[in-house]
């Protein structure tokens, strides 16, 4: 399918059979006099006197508990740029979509005007004081497509000032499925994340975060490498250093990307495409690992990357082996969050939330499974990616976004985190039946399709 294919069957997707890729539908009956009457007046003063009487009963009479705000000012969308509220929301009607499809999450996509700077830029503290507003209304807050470096300040002041869940996903998303496939790809090359050498090129929201969760999980600062539009980030440099930059600058000869890559373990690209070749690749160290995430095109096609000499390669793109795909991350993310009623996503949560991506790509897929995504993915299928009682292999170090062990395991790793950590209102007692129901309810919802089972 070439490009105008593609533009104008998405065109017509958007359109047809109505506008947009949302629907509000009761989840009560409302087909009665007896059913209006509970529905709204006089019946719906029962549950407004017993929330003002104990304001956390808001979760037990609405469907605050289940429900998302996926809030956007427009400033840099996907591969788009500063496009503004109104051309964002179909992106963030999408978010909505995944939300229901894989987490059976309410989520309302919100794209705010007026809280730019006349330059365009976001301007944090009408972003923030809006977003504050809305708080009665959602379990939880998911930014979206937000410009740095301003991202960071909104995402860092509604966390101090809500008591939900506030979770920026270009940023964290992206890192805690990169940190799961970069860990897992560690395992088949017989490599320590202590010892490594790691290059991440691009500084931007997701790099900074790429970058972070690496160090988290045990990589020493001196051995990660920050580079941007300007080359290595180091100690004596001064021009295009911010706060967020300085935290990575080090002391280095290397002052481009060609030089920063020599002997490195680990590549991470969130930048531009086509900026690394062949010999970049075979500088680095032995069996080297190439995330190449840029969107549409990677830094380095896998092909090439792999003709280079690299062990293990991952893009962003769903037509290619190990997507790093945020689909993997925030439905199961949030769901775990919602269902312990946590005040916050930290720092336990999301490395949980890697924990969950990493066992599920090591288990034996169970046939049930195995059954859905050989109908999803029927290449892979044939190909033998799913057989093994240990699957994972240099060609799947992530696990597929329609996998459905993917929601009820994240969620169910990042509810026990919430609970460890004190994030937790309300307490889960057994895990594995957990798990479970939150498959089950997936299954119930609608949402997720039906496959043979023999």
């Known amino acids: ?153 909104i995402e860092e002041r509604l966390k101090r000032e809500m008591e939900i869940p506030v979770f920026h996903d270009d940023q964290h998303g992206t890192a805690i499925i990169c940190l799961a496939g970069i860990l897992n790809s560690l395992e088949l090359v017989g490599k320590s994340i202590g010892r490594v050498r790691i290059v991440v090129n691009g500084a931007g929201a997701a790099g900074l975060s790429c970058a972070r969760m690496c160090r988290a999980a045990g990589a020493a600062k001196e051995n990660i490498l920050l580079c941007d539009s300007r080359g290595v980030i180091h100690d004596r440099r001064r021009a295009g250093m911010s706060a967020h930059k300085r935290e990575f600058a080090r002391s280095t000869d290397a002052r481009c990307l060609e030089d920063a890559m020599k002997g490195a373990d680990v590549f991470l690209g969130l930048s531009c495409g086509n900026c690394v070749c062949g010999d970049m690749v075979r500088s680095m160290a032995r069996d080297p690992i190439v995330f190449a995430m840029a969107n549409p ?41 919602l269902d312990v009623r946590a005040d916050r996503i930290d720092e336990q949560m999301k490395m949980a939330a890697s924990q969950g991506l990493i066992e599920v790509a090591r288990e034996e897929m169970p046939s049930d499974v195995k059954r859905r995504l050989a109908a999803v993915y029927p290449a892979d299928h044939r190909g033998g990616l799913f057989d093994g009682a240990d699957p994972l292999k240099p060609g799947c170090v992530i696990p597929k976004p329609f996998d459905p062990r993917v929601v009820p395991r994240v969620a169910r790793k990042v509810a026990d985190a919430a609970m460890k950590s004190g994030a937790a209102y309300v307490a889960i007692h057994d895990l594995e039946k957990y798990e479970t129901r939150v498959r089950d309810a997936i299954e119930r919802s609608g949402c997720s399709p039906r496959f043979p089972t023999d």
Not at 55 to 67: A, D, K, L, V
Not at 321 to 332: A, C, K, M, Y
């Open 297 to 337: 095109v990677p830094e380095i096609f896998p092909t090439e990357a792999i003709e280079a000499g690299a062990a293990v390669v991952g893009t962003g793109r769903s037509d290619f082996p190990n997507q790093v795909n945020n689909v993997l991350g925030f439905p199961g993310i949030f769901r775990g969050a």
């Open 1 to 153: 399918m070439d490009d105008k294919q593609q533009t104008e069957l998405s065109l017509r997707y958007h359109r047809l059979p109505s506008p947009g890729k949302l629907s509000v539908e009761p989840s009560k009956p409302c087909e009665t006099q007896q059913d209006l009457s509970l529905a709204y007046s006089p019946g719906v003063a029962a549950p407004c006197l017993a929330i003002k009487e104990d304001p956390s009963r808001i979760f037990e009479y609405t469907g605050r508990g289940n429900t998302v705000a996926v809030v956007s000012d427009g400033t840099a969308v996907l591969g788009l740029g500063n496009i503004g509220p109104e051309a964002a929301l179909p992106v963030m009607e999408g978010k909505a979509v995944l939300f229901k499809r894989f987490a059976a999450i309410n989520a309302v996509p919100i794209c705010l005007a007026g809280v730019h700077t006349d330059t365009g830029a976001s301007d944090p503290d009408r972003f923030v004081e809006t977003v504050k507003r809305l708080a009665p209304n959602y379990g939880g807050i998911n930014l979206e497509d937000i410009a740095a470096p301003a991202c960071f300040e």
